[in-house]
């Protein structure tokens, strides 16, 4: 038997990123508390030498390696990019929060590092398997990043909650998936979309499978009706963890889609397009009017994610380069908003207090101008207000859905959006029109955490006023 040296070249990034995760993990161990910074310092620099060598082995051309099951590609480079710097940036937000907490100890890191290697996979799957090890690594990893706090009864039953329902989710992914083996005898995406489109394939079979992997799809997404587990693990978690959850695992959402409803099932998108639209209305309806009810910023938040996952699935139902171009675009909008939001969050919370109710961000205005200004900038493009990055988000995305003649679909994704502007502009109102408590403190952080939320803030801004280069690049990623 032949065996094939895979071109170990193309993953490069992940392996250094699995040697850095484990150095650091070493290195933590011979450092006192007031070292620990050396830490925070050596996971920016894996992250900083993970984005230049995926930028050095882009070559522009598909590339496969590891007997198929890994691919290099145009989608992955641009999504690897993406979570390097959301992953950075929400290093940077967190360390203050958790120094503040005598949380700051280098199993964040560490943690926070194997859970992007496992976005990584996810990312470069081109195999059933390499999916299912890819987010396997990426969910352990987040199991213990929500319990991270051992001390807050809160945080443990949220990582438990988390545990049980995401165990369950991974248990019908992978019951789907080796349906899907078991009658197309390959694990190899291509190969399986190849016999899926087959006349001759059993059909009924595909379908059950669609469903099992649909489920497990719509449960990372986090979409209703598959969407309990949110709410409860948002609020429970150190913020700096939801902060972390928010962001770039949406990003991998939208990947392992791609890769398993397009790649695999793309000539089963007549079956899993319907699905995914009663997912879509569903989550437009729970997300927007359930966030109304809301009192808690985080629980108010984590329904806003519901809500924007249910407009990201229309993009891809649409079935469509243009769909699935609109919808990358939404995904990366999204988690620059969602960084902004939970940011401003943490900037406002300080030792022995977290800024969790919507009421401490009343008068944010007259404590900090420009940070409420920031603050106004992610609610805006949230709500899809123009000119912000979130308008012309929403706006691909229906125009995508118009495009296919669905535009009882658009119709209904704008009535929502209508009614999930209410609670945005309410935030915006704390902030402007409401005077601040008399025990209100004035905000402290960093200067680097500032640059970053200033910079966070700002590029919504600018991908609002122009849109064009980053969908420009969504286009040609996808095609």
Same mark, same amino acid.
């Given at each position: 038997?032949?065996?094939?040296?895979?071109?170990?070249?193309?993953?490069?990034?992940?392996?250094?990123?699995?040697?850095?995760?484990?150095?650091?993990? !070493?290195?933590?161990?011979?450092?006192?508390?007031?070292?620990?910074?050396?830490?925070?310092?050596?996971?920016?620099?894996?992250?900083?030498?993970?984005?230049? @060598?995926? +930028?050095?082995?882009? =070559?522009?051309?598909?590339?496969?390696?590891?007997?198929?099951?890994?691919?290099?590609?145009?989608?992955?480079?641009?999504?690897?990019?993406?979570?390097?710097?959301?992953?950075?940036?929400?290093?940077?937000?967190?360390?203050?929060?958790?120094?503040?907490?005598?949380?700051?100890?280098?199993?964040?890191? !560490?943690?926070? +590092?194997?859970?992007?290697?496992?976005?990584?996979?996810?990312?470069?799957?081109?195999?059933?398997?390499?999916?299912?090890?890819?987010?396997?690594?990426?969910?352990?990893?987040?199991?213990?990043?929500?319990?991270?706090? /051992?001390?807050?009864?809160?945080?443990?039953?949220?990582?438990?909650?988390?545990?049980? @329902?995401?165990?369950?989710?991974?248990?019908?992914?992978?019951?789907?998936? =080796?349906? @899907?083996?078991?009658?197309?005898?390959?694990?190899?995406?291509?190969?399986?979309?190849?016999?899926?489109?087959?006349?001759?394939?059993?059909?009924?079979?595909?379908?059950?499978?669609?469903?099992? !992997?649909?489920?497990?799809?719509?449960?990372?997404?986090?979409?209703?009706?598959?969407?309990?587990?949110?709410?409860?693990?948002?609020?429970?978690?150190?913020?700096?963890?939801?902060?972390?959850?928010?962001?770039?695992?949406?990003?991998?959402?939208?990947?392992?889609?791609?890769?398993?409803?397009?790649?695999?099932?793309?000539?089963?998108?007549?079956?899993?397009?319907?699905?995914?639209?009663?997912?879509?209305?569903?989550?437009?309806?729970?997300?927007?009017?359930?966030?109304?009810?809301?009192?808690?910023?985080?629980?108010?938040?984590?329904?806003?994610?519901?809500?924007?996952?249910?407009?990201?699935?229309?993009?891809? %139902?649409?079935?469509?380069?243009?769909?699935?171009?609109?919808?990358?675009?939404?995904?990366?909008?999204?988690?620059?908003?969602? +960084?902004?939001?939970?940011?401003?969050?943490? %900037?406002?919370? /300080?030792?022995?207090?977290?800024?969790?109710?919507?009421?401490?961000?009343?008068?944010?205005?007259?404590?900090?101008?420009?940070?409420?200004?920031?603050?106004?900038?992610?609610?805006?493009?949230?709500?899809?207000?123009?000119?912000?990055?979130?308008?012309?988000?929403?706006?691909?995305?229906?125009?995508?859905?118009?495009?296919?003649?669905?535009?009882?679909?658009?119709?209904?994704? !704008?009535?929502?959006?209508?009614?999930?502007?209410?609670?945005? +502009?309410?935030?915006?109102?704390?902030?402007?029109?409401?005077?601040?408590?008399?025990?209100?403190?004035?905000?402290? =952080?960093?200067?680097?955490? /500032?640059?970053?939320?200033?910079?966070?803030?700002?590029?919504?801004?600018?991908?609002?006023?122009?849109?064009?280069?980053?969908?420009?690049?969504?286009?040609?990623?996808?095609?």
């Amino acid at each position: 038997m032949n065996l094939e040296m895979p071109n170990l070249m193309l993953v490069a990034p992940e392996l250094f990123v699995l040697g850095m995760a484990c150095l650091v993990l !070493v290195v933590d161990l011979f450092l006192t508390d007031a070292q620990r910074g050396f830490t925070y310092l050596l996971s920016q620099v894996t992250l900083l030498g993970a984005f230049l @060598l995926t +930028l050095w082995i882009h =070559s522009g051309v598909a590339r496969h390696t590891f007997g198929g099951s890994f691919v290099s590609d145009d989608m992955s480079q641009l999504l690897k990019l993406v979570v390097y710097v959301l992953t950075s940036a929400v290093f940077v937000y967190s360390r203050d929060y958790l120094r503040d907490r005598d949380l700051f100890k280098g199993e964040y890191f !560490v943690l926070g +590092l194997f859970g992007m290697l496992g976005m990584m996979i996810i990312i470069s799957a081109h195999s059933l398997l390499t999916v299912y090890l890819g987010l396997e690594l990426f969910s352990l990893s987040l199991y213990a990043m929500v319990a991270f706090d /051992r001390d807050s009864i809160r945080a443990s039953e949220a990582a438990m909650k988390y545990f049980v @329902l995401s165990a369950l989710a991974s248990g019908t992914l992978l019951y789907g998936l =080796s349906l @899907l083996y078991g009658v197309t005898g390959t694990l190899d995406m291509t190969q399986v979309a190849t016999l899926a489109a087959h006349p001759a394939s059993d059909h009924r079979v595909l379908l059950l499978a669609l469903a099992f !992997v649909l489920v497990g799809v719509a449960f990372k997404f986090g979409a209703a009706p598959f969407h309990m587990w949110i709410p409860d693990v948002y609020q429970g978690a150190p913020t700096s963890v939801t902060l972390y959850l928010s962001v770039a695992p949406k990003v991998a959402a939208f990947a392992m889609a791609v890769r398993l409803l397009v790649d695999t099932l793309g000539p089963l998108q007549a079956s899993w397009g319907p699905m995914l639209m009663v997912l879509a209305v569903l989550s437009l309806a729970v997300g927007n009017v359930i966030a109304i009810a809301q009192t808690n910023i985080k629980r108010m938040l984590a329904y806003s994610t519901i809500a924007h996952m249910g407009f990201l699935l229309l993009g891809l %139902l649409a079935g469509t380069q243009g769909g699935y171009s609109a919808a990358l675009f939404y995904a990366v909008v999204y988690a620059l908003m969602s +960084l902004g939001a939970f940011g401003v969050v943490i %900037l406002l919370s /300080r030792a022995g207090f977290e800024a969790e109710e919507l009421d401490d961000f009343k008068g944010l205005n007259q404590r900090s101008p420009w940070f409420a200004f920031m603050m106004l900038i992610v609610m805006f493009s949230m709500a899809g207000v123009p000119p912000t990055a979130g308008f012309y988000a929403k706006l691909a995305v229906l125009r995508a859905v118009v495009d296919v003649h669905q535009s009882w679909l658009a119709i209904v994704a !704008v009535l929502f959006s209508l009614i999930g502007a209410f609670y945005y +502009l309410r935030v915006v109102k704390l902030m402007y029109f409401d005077a601040a408590e008399e025990n209100a403190q004035p905000l402290g =952080s960093g200067l680097e955490m /500032r640059l970053v939320l200033s910079a966070n803030g700002l590029l919504l801004l600018a991908l609002g006023i122009y849109p064009s280069v980053l969908l420009a690049l969504c286009g040609v990623t996808i095609g």
